[in-house]
């Protein structure tokens, strides 16, 4: 039998599955509506694990926190429209209690169950495949804690409370206030969110990364034709200027440029009250690392328009 477009319609808002999804179901089931609702039902994980294959790099990134702890996770989706969904929204704050309560370790979290159900987490997101009609994925998580101190989370440009395109978190350790040692994490945590550092200090610096600087400056002096002694200066200098872009605490502030960050971090402990340092950060950007595909859109929808 013809299915109209407007029983495509009321399955879509019954259901919330993709308007191709509710097309073939009530084609399999020959227009009943109840019937069609049942077999989308039945068919979300195979539908799932369909949509499994198509790429998803847009979503969103979430924070939580606790006391001297936060989270911050990556959930996925193929489009940024549904990262505007309030279901979806919902889900990544719940994915990212969960990551809270399971100390930010990304199997426990997918295996936990998910708040206000029997379902795991993972379970969970593939009947969201289903529902929302795009491929789904709860990326990664982390945490950082401190015995004594304060984590302080930020998300910039936030499209809702605690979820946004790019989070960090920073720790620091004190036995000062902890309002005034969180506000200035906060401010940390802005800054590493505009520079993106490579490490806290230079001793966390890959080791491999340093001496491929090291030997690119190396080779840029000895073009000079200068002596030994003072190539050997240079490429100090070299370094040190490098450390300075990539190693957090060298880097200048971004709220105060005329101050490093581990001198913007002394200059604080004056208001903390207590000496104060930054044990740790994590700066999670959606999607990046991910290949995207490209697509033509417009192709896309005349396609599902034939179909």
């Known amino acids: 039998m013809s299915i109209t477009a407007a029983q495509v319609k009321e399955l879509r808002e019954l259901t919330g599955a993709g308007m191709m999804d509710c097309k073939a179901a009530l084609g399999e089931t020959n227009g009943n509506m ?38 911050v996770v990556e959930v996925n989706s193929e489009t940024d429209f ?32 998910f708040p206000h159900t029997e379902k795991s987490v993972a379970d969970t997101i593939k009947d969201a495949i289903g529902t929302i009609g795009e491929n789904l994925g709860f990326r990664r998580s982390a945490r950082l804690g401190v015995q004594q ?15 946004g395109k790019l989070g960090v978190m920073v720790a620091i350790e004190t036995t000062g206030d902890g309002k005034a040692a969180k506000a200035f994490a906060r401010q940390v945590a802005m800054h590493v969110a505009a520079t993106n550092p490579l490490s806290l200090d230079v001793d966390a610096l890959d080791p491999a990364a ?21 190539i050997e200066k240079m490429v100090e200098g070299r ?28 200059a604080a402990e004056k208001e903390i009250g207590a000496p104060a ?11 990046e690392g991910i290949e995207k595909e490209e697509s033509d859109f417009a192709a896309e929808v005349a396609a599902a328009v034939k179909n």
């Open 210 to 230: 340093v001496e491929r600087e090291r030997a690119i400056f190396s080779d840029q002096a000895r073009a000079s034709g200068k002596p030994e002694n003072i």
């Open 82 to 113: 549904v990262a505007r969904n309030d279901a979806f929204q919902d889900l990544v704050r719940n994915v990212a209690k969960v990551a809270l309560a399971h100390g930010g370790d990304h199997e426990k979290t997918s295996a936990a169950k």
């Open 239 to 266: 370094l040190r200027k490098f450390y300075e872009e990539v190693v957090l605490l060298k880097q200048a502030f971004v709220l105060n440029p005329d101050l490093t960050v581990e001198a913007a971090l002394k």
């Open 277 to 287: 340092k930054i044990t740790g950060f994590v700066r999670f950007a959606l999607g």
């Open 149 to 163: 101190g304060e984590v302080a989370t930020y998300i910039h440009n936030a499209v809702a409370d605690n979820l």
């Open 34 to 71: 109840d019937e069609a609702v049942d077999w989308l039902r039945k068919k979300g994980i195979a539908k799932a694990d369909k949509k499994a294959g198509r790429t998803a790099a847009e979503g969103l990134i979430g924070v939580d926190a606790g006391l001297r702890e936060a989270v």
